[in-house]
């Protein structure tokens, strides 16, 4: 199993500004990117994804240098490309995967720098700055990171604001309702008449989130809720991805069970 290091709202309109600055989005998806290929290295091509159950190393590693690509080329056209499929894409022998997942994280960030910054382009949750496709693919590859340290038995580690970031990007996806139900219609089970998710990471201010029948609306810097987990920032990202059991959870359980149940996607 992988090592785990704990480390160190709107809802129309277009899409804000992320919070990291593009600097520290950059730094990040290169460090995820040498993170997830190193992990990846360990390991067999054909060897299965226990997190990723239907899908095969090779298959996660052709995902994030396909989709690094796939982001880039909507950067420099601003219009939807067609969703590729992980299955299809070719990262080439074990011995060249780290090379072939750096190119493609740079592709992206080379396009991101050429973007016109007041730009705004398509995006799965309405019309974005490029730096959102930064963000998201940053956030893809750390979670596949854990996917692939998991598989080979490799360490896992994520420095606290960026687990933090993970969680909060995914947040603010979801709290467009309309738009990203379009994409992931599951996510309209979400919706509920006041329920209250806490979220309480060990020195960082929390999360509150509220599930209302128009969709969900969360806030920062507060955490009580009907039902509140805990843990260290790494573990409560990890369990808002379902990649682990969560551990400390208060109040009324099976709020977060369903919750959990329907963002599996």
């Not at 095969?56 to 396909?66: C, D, E, K, N, P």
């Not at 880039?72 to 299809?88: H, N, Y």
């Not at 090379?99 to 016109?116: K, Y």
């Not at 979400?190 to 806490?198: I, K, S, Y």
Request: a negative charge; glycine letters at 10%.
């Amino acid at each position: 199993m992988a090592t785990v290091d704990p480390g160190p709202d709107t809802v129309s309109g277009p899409v804000p500004d992320p919070v990291p600055d593009t600097t520290r989005l950059v730094e990040a998806l290169r460090e995820h990117t040498a993170g997830f290929a190193r992990a990846a290295a360990g390991g067999e091509p054909d060897a299965m994804v226990p997190t990723c159950p239907e899908w095969r190393l090779a298959t996660l590693v052709g995902h994030i240098g396909q989709a690094d690509r796939w982001a880039a080329e909507i950067v420099r056209t601003g219009a939807p490309q067609p969703i590729p499929s992980p299955r299809e894409a070719d990262p080439g022998p074990p011995g060249k995967w780290e090379g072939w997942l750096r190119a493609g994280a740079e592709e992206l960030i080379a396009a991101v720098g050429e973007a016109d910054p007041g730009a705004r382009m398509w995006s799965i949750v309405g019309p974005a700055p490029a730096t959102f496709w930064l963000r998201r693919m940053f956030c893809e590859t750390a979670i596949h990171h854990y996917d692939a340290a998991l598989t080979t038995g490799a360490a896992y580690g994520i420095a606290d604001d960026l687990a933090a970031d993970v969680l909060t990007e995914g947040l603010e996806m979801m709290a467009r309702t309309a738009a990203v139900e379009t994409f992931v219609p599951e996510l309209a089970r979400l919706r509920g008449a006041g329920e209250r998710l806490g979220v309480r990471p060990h020195g960082m201010d929390g999360w509150l989130v509220t599930r209302l029948p128009e969709g969900i609306r969360w806030e920062r810097g507060r955490s009580d809720g009907d039902v509140v987990v805990s843990g260290s920032m790494t573990e409560i990202m990890l369990v808002f991805a379902r990649r682990v059991p969560p551990g400390d959870v208060s109040g009324k359980r099976a709020l977060l069970d369903h919750w959990l149940a329907n963002t599996a996607f």
